[in-house]
């Protein structure tokens, strides 16, 4: 197997060709181009990412040769980032990268996606049902629609390489941590100030996982030996709310009275919509350190697929960092 990593140089995908590397597995790093975009539902996604024809044949050229793609692409900051670049990296560079596969003739396509596309729904799963709640996860949900129309088009391989179609499967990864990530040092300091609690009652799962375990789960998806479905979910390593700040910040945290908690994040989010929807991601961060998220990774478990994590030790080196 050979493979290609689009966005090879950041913080998922230097990982990612790392691990390959050891692995001895050819790997072809490819830097990712900027691009920009306003669109602002699926059509245009598809039109953008057509109109990019210089960068599509550039794309092309590096796939060839390549069994799989991945995109690894993207800008990570939920609330950071002009808006047109966000969409135009998270939303319109995949459908790039999945037009240059096709006509590159690559069997698999793995673009890495997030499970903020699916917002404050209890369970995360591996549906179409998507509540993206932010200009990140809004960007995201529109490369996950765009991408599922493309799959599978007929008129979209009009010069491939191959006559069999480039299999395209979206990897639902959750919250990833890992060392020198600007997400994992800030956890690190919310588990060490006093704003460290959980929601009272039975205690609940939290989809918090390692860089390492999203590593082993995306080269397990791109080397899978049969057809995949659509979309994939990454399993989580076990965590309980109450763990993750226990583990980050080195002692228990509050238990505050779920009612309350609710009450909280409700007002929360009505304050968000008054500003214009700007503090609707820190709102979501805190109602996942109170509530958590259980999660439904039913492609891993119906295929007994288990990857091996570090998160424990993760959130450890990261709240020792903040002593």
């Not at 997400?183 to 989809?207: D, W, Y």
């Not at 109170?290 to 295929?303: I, K, L, T, V």
Request: proline share 6%.
């Amino acid at each position: 197997m050979r493979v290609a990593v689009l966005g090879g140089r950041g913080f998922i995908g230097q990982a990612l060709v790392e691990r390959l590397t050891r692995s001895s597995v050819p790997v072809v790093t490819v830097v990712a181009p900027r691009l920009r975009s306003h669109a602002a539902d699926v059509d245009e996604v598809l039109t953008d990412a057509r109109a990019e024809v210089e960068v599509i044949a550039h794309l092309t050229e590096l796939f060839r040769g390549t069994d799989v793609v991945i995109n690894a692409a993207g800008m990570a900051s939920p609330d950071g980032g002009a808006r047109d670049r966000m969409t135009g990296a998270n939303a319109v560079l995949p459908v790039v990268a999945a037009l240059a596969a096709q006509r590159a003739g690559v069997t698999r396509f793995v673009h890495l996606s997030s499970a903020a596309v699916q917002g404050d729904r209890p369970r995360l799963d591996e549906s179409d049902d998507l509540a993206p709640f932010s200009a990140y996860s809004r960007s995201k949900a529109l490369a996950e629609r765009s991408l599922r129309l493309l799959d599978g088009r007929p008129d979209e391989r009009l010069d491939a390489q191959s006559d069999a179609p480039t299999q395209i499967v979206i990897v639902r990864a959750t919250s990833v941590q890992g060392p020198g990530r600007h997400t994992t040092a800030a956890l690190a300091r919310i588990a060490r100030s006093p704003l460290a609690s959980v929601a009272s009652g039975s205690p609940r799962s939290t989809p918090v996982v390692s860089v390492r375990h999203l590593v082993g789960f995306v080269l397990t998806v791109a080397g899978w030996s049969g057809e995949l479905p659509p979309v994939v979910l990454q399993p989580g390593e076990g965590l309980r709310t109450d763990e993750v700040l226990r583990l980050a910040g080195g002692r228990d945290p509050l238990t505050v009275p779920a009612a309350l908690c609710r009450a909280a994040v409700r007002a929360g989010y009505l304050a968000s919509r008054v500003a214009g929807d700007r503090l609707r991601g820190a709102v979501r961060r805190v109602e996942l350190m109170w509530f958590g998220q259980e999660d439904d990774p039913a492609w891993a478990r119906e295929n007994g697929v288990t990857v091996h994590g570090d998160v424990r030790d993760v959130l450890e080196r990261a709240g020792r960092r903040q002593r």
